[in-house]
T-cell receptor
Framework: DAGVIQSPRHEVTEMGQEVTLRCKPI?????LFWYRQTMMRGLELLIY????????DSGMPEDRFSAKMPNASFSTLKIQPSEPRDSAVYFC?????????????FGPGTRLLVL | DAKTTQPTSMDCAEGRAANLPCNHS???????VYWYRQIHSQGPQYIIH???NNETNEMASLIITEDRKSSTLILPHATLRDTAVYYC????????FGTGTSLTVIP
């Protein structure tokens, strides 16, 4: 099993540019989570999907952030326009939802630096 | 959602058992206790979870008190590669990772 796959692993961009982060969950999993980790705020849940449907996006910081899951094997997190304060590590995780919180398996993360 | 309280940091001698405590005094009856660890900014790694009974797997043991208000993660023979931040999570409406315990295994 390849585990959760994220791309790119590192991203350096300039303020104002659009950034797209990608995630491929573990095959067979039906829930997908996007987290952000910074030194100041720790690991925060941004949004999660069940069966490709966004369930809770209350953690999305503002309208500049958007996430989609067009099918069971792919999700994107987009930041437009990006700002220096968006610099962080972004993790994607997946699990098999049975009606409660199940074990989540994390990807290696995307390290984003916005200059 | 039940919040958890963990010590900020701990040291453990290599080869010894590492006992990491977690307080979750407001946990409700259907909330599980999960433990994850994060090694040097890698993605968090699942270790173990439990509801009421003690649990053991190839990585660790989880001891949950009878009143479920606290638990202890036990790494039976700590190695240098176990140096990491350990997160205790009480599931509720979501996984809340908190600040965790930074465990340093000392040679």
């Amino acid at each position: 099993d390849a585990g959760v796959i994220q791309s790119p692993r590192h991203e350096v961009t300039e303020m104002g540019q659009e950034v797209t982060l990608r995630c491929k969950p573990i095959s067979g999993h039906n829930s997908l989570f996007w987290y952000r980790q910074t030194m100041m705020r720790g690991l925060e849940l941004l949004i999660y999907f069940n069966n490709n449907v966004p369930i809770d996006d209350s953690g999305m910081p503002e309208d500049r952030f958007s996430a989609k899951m067009p099918n069971a094997s792919f999700s994107t997190l987009k930041i437009q326009p990006s700002e220096p304060r968006d610099s962080a590590v972004y993790f994607c995780a997946s699990s098999f939802w049975r009606g409660g919180w199940e074990t989540q398996y994390f990807g290696p993360g995307t390290r984003l630096l916005v200059l | 959602d039940a919040k958890t309280t963990q010590p900020t940091s701990m040291d453990c001698a290599e080869g010894r058992a590492a006992n990491l405590p977690c307080n979750h005094s407001t946990i409700s009856g259907n909330e599980y206790v999960y433990w994850y660890r994060q090694i040097h900014s890698q993605g968090p790694q699942y270790i173990i979870h439990g509801l009421k009974n003690n649990e053991t797997n190839e990585m660790a043991s989880l001891i949950i008190t009878e009143d479920r208000k606290s638990s202890t993660l036990i790494l039976p023979h700590a190695t240098l590669r176990d140096t990491a931040v350990y997160y205790c999570i009480a599931t509720g409406n979501q996984f809340y990772f908190g600040t965790g315990t930074s465990l340093t295994v000392i040679p």
